[in-house]
């Protein structure tokens, strides 16, 4: 066999081999395909397997078959009692129309990016038809529902089947948290210098109590005292009347050392005295036959 012909069954090999490459394609389990020619549909492929197209003139765009998730950012609802709400939502989501679905959005990024204006619009607009004491309420089951079956019916019009729709959370603003939390502080310190005060005018009020307690029992017990000294001294004088009855000389002695003693006594160790000696005063202090 000569070079020219090996050459040649060499270039028929590398073409068959290039012919099937391009002929042939595998749809996995988690997939689905449309074969497009020149950039139209032909055909939808929602079957897994080795499958076959025209080389060179059809190509594949594969989408996925699986549950999809859109988790988009927090966006701020306006509710209809004029309450705003930082509302966090997630999606699930599967392409059911490829042909559908490429028509109108190509591919998955755009496609996500559609559904996500889809959500936040029916969650805008079912949201601002309820209160936020609605929301709170056992109304929030047929809330969701109502948001999920408008989603749906918007998202076929692309070729997706929304699995569900679920607000993982809703929130105040910032601003309005900082506002509600500044005010929850001027009235617990209102609150505070309102119980102070009343705590001031209670102490007050029972020092003053104290107070006049304090001055009734002092008054009560010098009363008693007093009591009690008038008879302490109308004893000792009933003792002294009746020893001086018994004795007057003896009782006329001891009240002239008493006076001797409270005259002689001074506190600067100095006494003057001008008596005469025959007075009265010295009477013990003569001798006596």
Do not use: C
């Amino acid at each position: 066999m000569s070079n020219k012909i090996q050459a040649a069954i060499v270039i028929v090999v590398a073409v068959l081999v290039i012919l099937g490459a391009e002929s042939l394609f595998v749809v996995n389990q988690t997939e689905q395909a449309i074969v497009l020619q020149f950039g139209e549909p032909m055909r939808e492929i929602k079957t897994p397997g080795l499958k076959m197209k025209i080389p060179f003139i059809q190509r594949v765009v594969i989408y996925e078959n699986r549950l999809l998730n859109l988790d988009p950012p927090a966006q701020e609802v306006v509710l209809n009692d004029k309450k705003r709400l930082d509302v966090d939502s997630f999606t699930r989501y599967r392409i059911t129309n490829p042909l559908k679905f490429y028509q109108t959005v190509r591919t998955e990024v755009q496609a996500q990016s559609k559904l996500e204006e889809i959500v936040n619009s029916s969650v805008r607009k079912v949201l601002g038809r309820i209160t936020l004491q609605e929301l709170l309420s056992q109304k929030r089951t047929q809330i969701m529902n109502d948001i999920s079956n408008a989603v749906k019916k918007d998202a076929e019009q692309i070729g997706v089947n929304v699995a569900d729709v679920r607000i993982r959370r809703a929130d105040l603003p910032l601003e309005v948290l900082q506002a509600i939390n500044a005010r929850m502080k001027t009235e617990r310190e209102r609150d505070a210098k309102e119980f102070r005060a009343t705590g001031q005018q209670e102490a007050q009020k029972i020092r003053a109590a104290a107070e006049r307690e304090q001055k009734v029992i002092i008054a009560d017990a010098e009363k008693q005292a007093q009591i009690i000294r008038g008879e302490g001294d109308s004893q000792a004088i009933e003792i002294w009347n009746k020893a001086a009855g018994q004795d007057a000389e003896f009782f006329a002695f001891y009240r002239s050392l008493e006076a001797y003693k409270k005259s002689l006594n001074s506190d600067k160790g100095e006494t003057f005295m001008v008596i005469s000696p025959e007075s009265k005063f010295f009477e013990y202090f003569q001798g006596k036959n």
